[in-house]
Nanobody, 129 residues
């Protein structure tokens, strides 16, 4: 059982940067593929980015490609989402998610909401225009 806690959200102006963090506990963090999702008011939760357990593969939704970077530090059981050039349409609650892969070397990536078992409570990101 993995517990995830996000932090780093806030209110910023368009064009600014934020770095979200998600700390995991209660499991072997390095064997989990990790993902970031977001949910804006009145909309479904959508995929943002994912990183494999091996950290060798990443994948992003088109709207954040080139602006957001996902990374992980398994020694700290933490996954990050560096968000640059933020836009008002990035406003949402951001959630991190984990999926056990069984191996530190697993290089699969997962973009589907239903592919993740463990979720954090979310952190609010608000971008003003």
């Amino acid at each position: 059982q993995v517990q995830l806690v996000e932090s780093g959200g806030g209110l910023v102006e368009a064009g600014a940067s934020l770095r979200l963090s998600c700390v995991g506990s209660g499991g072997t963090f390095g064997k989990h593929a990790m993902g970031w999702f977001r949910q804006a008011p009145g909309k479904d939760r959508e995929f943002v980015a994912t990183i494999s357990a091996s950290a060798t593969r990443t994948y992003y939704t088109d709207s954040v490609t080139g602006r957001f970077t996902i990374s992980r530090d398994d020694a700290k059981s933490t996954v990050y989402l560096q968000m640059n050039s933020l836009k008002p349409e990035d406003t949402a609650v951001y959630y991190c998610a984990a999926r056990m892969t069984g191996s530190f070397r697993n290089n699969h990536i997962y973009a589907g909401r239903d592919e993740y078992r463990y979720w954090g409570q979310g952190t609010q990101v608000t971008v003003s225009s």
